[in-house]
């Protein structure tokens, strides 16, 4: 029964670290539940998301293929695992896995970014536009640590329109244009273009700070 608390409360610690951002730590706890319980089911899907977020991306791919080879095909594995090929340029991969996850039970929220990546992930040449996203998308990361707020909107946007399921791209666009360039009405256009691909929560707040600020000008 201790035993049992106790793990609960260190799964409630590694995910409130995740949800923090504090990928390290997150990972840390979760590599020790794994440890002491390599049978639990979730614990390396939770690791993997993690690894993900600190580009630790073989042990991410080890972690989930564990998973789909003990557990079977499950919509989170298959999404996950295609992600992962899709943002490490792994085309052939991303495209077969995409297409397994639209034969499971896809939310309906998230069948259209899914349809969207089988057909990004269809050829070289377009997922040469892909590949061409994410550099831009890693300009504009740059160029915001170093606060040039226009130059680095300019890469976001780049990269949204070459690909327009990269919602970070979106996201961060609109983040710049609400916090530093003073342009709420724009980034409440990029938020809502973020939102058709993904209903992620954090989205739909910047969203709703955006239309705020919107209101107040």
């Known amino acids: 029964m201790i035993r049992r608390i106790r793990e609960r409360m260190r799964q409630r610690r590694a995910l409130t670290a995740y949800a923090a951002g504090d990928f390290e730590r997150a990972g840390a706890l979760f590599r020790a539940m794994l440890k002491a ?8 899907h939770n690791l993997a998301l993690t690894c993900i977020a600190l580009e630790q991306y073989e042990e ?3 972690m989930l ?7 079977g095909e499950y919509y989170p594995r298959l999404r996950v695992l295609a992600d992962l090929y899709y943002v490490t340029g792994r085309r052939e991969a991303a495209h077969e896995f995409y297409r397994r996850t639209l034969a499971s039970e896809v939310p309906d929220h998230d069948r259209l970014v899914i349809e969207k990546r089988v057909e990004l992930t269809a050829s070289e040449q377009s997922f040469a536009l892909v590949a061409e996203a994410h550099a831009a998308f890693s300009r504009g ?4 640590a170093n606060e040039d707020w226009a130059a680095a909107v300019r890469e976001f946007e780049h990269a949204a329109s070459l690909d327009v399921t990269n919602i970070h791209a979106l996201n961060n666009a609109g983040t710049v244009y609400l916090n530093n360039l003073d342009q709420p009405d724009r980034a409440v256009e990029l938020f809502r273009q973020a939102l058709r691909w993904s209903k992620l929560p954090w989205i739909g707040r910047n969203l709703k700070q955006a239309v705020a600020a919107c209101s107040q000008t």
């Open 37 to 44: 319980h390599p049978e639990t089911r979730g614990i390396r």
């Open 60 to 62: 991410a791919e080890e």
């Open 65 to 71: 293929l564990t998973e789909l080879d003990w557990y």
């Open 141 to 144: 990361n740059s160029l915001m």
